[in-house]
């Protein structure tokens, strides 16, 4: 089969890659080894989670026919060059049968995140034989949902060992089971937790034109702290210490401060080592009596798939303007993951590939490579791949200087679009092109500084309103797409 574009992984990326080619008349394929597209969000997305997009991707594929064009129980084992191209080997997981597919481009979208959880053991944990406490994964696993949303945990206590997206939801289905002591562990990372029902204020002050990026985290992390996390009793669990040792968890949920200033939920920093007898051992000598464990330690990542490095020899440490794979204009990929801290998300990502696809098409293909630096992903956890956020090579308060209007990593990543973006334009585009990013950054801004204001009117601080609309209590993941 031959195609303009291969797309590997049928996530969200690869759905909007595929929505891409369509747009500009390409042929592709898009090959997805599970039995229905939505990549961690259908593998991992418990049915109980308040943030679903399974509908509305079913939706968004079935309006443009990507279904036509998509190979559901299909394994690429290896891709290999084919002159300028890719000869593409998979296998129908359903049959058995070898697959092959020729395509002028490659676009990876599986995902740096596997779908595999870390366990309490492989964390360095020991779970003792006399903790006769159910122990589950906050995720679902094995096609199956985390059973805490099923369970009565009247008079029980619940102690979640994460803090991450799916700590939060295993919290929030714990209460609305009947538990009323709820302890969540954390490791000592100081990441900052926006509140739901503020997102877009404090997305408004960090958006602010004309105003340095080192000010306007300064107010941003003032304003939080006093308004939720001081009178939360959650100031332990503030961001503190230099730009460079902070970082933004990518979550908003009001859970966590509603829970905490009720007295349902207590957040500890520390690290568990042990469960033995109805209780949570800790690195400090604290000890936590606990009923029910709900392990959300976080995934593992898969930065070597094996299709890519086998022949290829390539993987993620090997990105490239934060879009492509190797030195390498046809091989092109994108996540959310890839370039977080930025208000942009893979459609970004997208737009490099796309134009450099153009490129191609048009004979720049020397021009655009010639663009290409690397932009490799640095581990920021306590050993490699152990964990910890390694999405980008600063965290989301860094800046250069104190007048600098971006942050490192969004100067970076801006930098590298451009440089992308730049070739095979004229002077008079490549103008048009950054007043266009100029023009997008204020038109946003504006539309934050409105929803701001409903936030403000509709949702008082914790503690000073008669009650919270539920939909301030989601749990989100902030996914700019």
């Known amino acids: 089969m031959k195609v303009d574009v291969c797309i590997v992984g049928g996530g969200i990326c690869g759905v909007l890659a595929a929505h891409g080619c369509i747009e500009r008349g390409l042929s592709f394929v898009l090959l997805e080894k ?10 991992l997305a418990n049915d109980h989670s308040t943030l679903q997009v399974r509908t509305t991707m079913r939706r968004f594929v079935d309006d443009f026919g990507i279904n036509e064009h998509t190979h559901l129980m299909t394994r690429v084992d290896s891709v290999d060059r084919d002159g300028e191209g890719f000869a593409v080997s998979a296998t129908d997981l359903i049959t058995g049968d070898n697959r092959q597919y020729s395509s002028d481009f490659l676009f990876v979208a599986c995902g740096i995140l596997s779908h595999d959880q870390w366990t309490l053991e492989e964390r360095g944990i020991d779970v003792h034989q006399d903790f006769n406490g159910k122990v589950m994964y906050a995720a679902r696993k094995d096609g199956k949902d985390c059973p805490i949303a099923s369970m009565d945990l009247t008079g029980k206590r619940v102690l979640i060992v994460g803090s991450g ?14 538990c009323e002591d709820i302890t969540m562990i954390g490791r000592p990372r100081y990441r900052l937790i926006l509140p739901f029902s503020r997102q877009y204020t404090v997305s408004a002050i960090a958006n602010c034109p004309l105003v340095p990026w080192s000010l306007r985290m300064r107010i941003a992390l003032s304003y939080i702290k006093r308004s939720y996390y001081n009178p939360c009793n959650l100031s332990h669990w503030a961001p503190k210490g230099k730009p460079d040792e902070m970082d933004f968890a990518g979550q908003c949920n009001d859970g966590i401060f509603r829970l905490s200033h009720t007295g349902k939920l207590k957040c500890v920093v520390g690290r568990l080592n042990a469960l033995s007898d109805g209780q949570a051992h800790l ?18 990542y898969n930065l070597t798939p094996d299709f890519l490095h086998a022949n290829l020899g390539l993987d993620f440490t090997k990105l490239h303007n934060f879009a492509f794979l190797g030195k390498n204009p046809r091989i092109g990929c994108a996540a959310d993951f890839l370039f977080a801290y930025v ?18 098409k048009k004979g720049l293909e020397k021009e655009i490579t010639n663009a290409l630096r690397p932009t490799p992903l640095p581990n920021h956890g306590d050993g490699f791949l152990s964990g910890g956020r390694m999405a980008g090579s600063y965290t989301f308060f860094e800046y250069s200087h104190w007048w600098s209007m971006q942050s490192k990593a ?20 490549k103008i048009a092109l950054r007043l266009g990013f100029l023009s997008e950054n204020l038109v946003e801004w504006i539309r934050c500084i409105g929803r701001s204001y409903r936030e403000i009117t509709r949702f008082k601080v914790f503690g000073q309103s008669k009650s919270h609309n539920s939909d301030a209590k989601r749990s989100t993941i902030h996914v700019t797409c």
């Open 410 to 429: 969004l100067e970076a990543r801006i930098n590298s679009m451009l440089r992308t973006l730049d070739v095979g334009r004229s002077m008079p585009q």
């Open 343 to 360: 208000p942009f998300g893979p459609m970004k990502q997208l737009q490099m590939f796309f134009h450099a696809v153009d490129c191609c």
């Open 165 to 178: 997206s799916f700590a939060a939801e295993a919290m929030e289905a714990a209460e609305r089971q009947g």
């Open 34 to 43: 599970n039995s229905s597209l939505g990549g961690c969000w259908q593998t």
């Open 283 to 300: 690195e400090s000598g604290e000890s936590i009596h606990c009923d029910h464990v709900i392990v959300a330690s976080g995934l593992k």
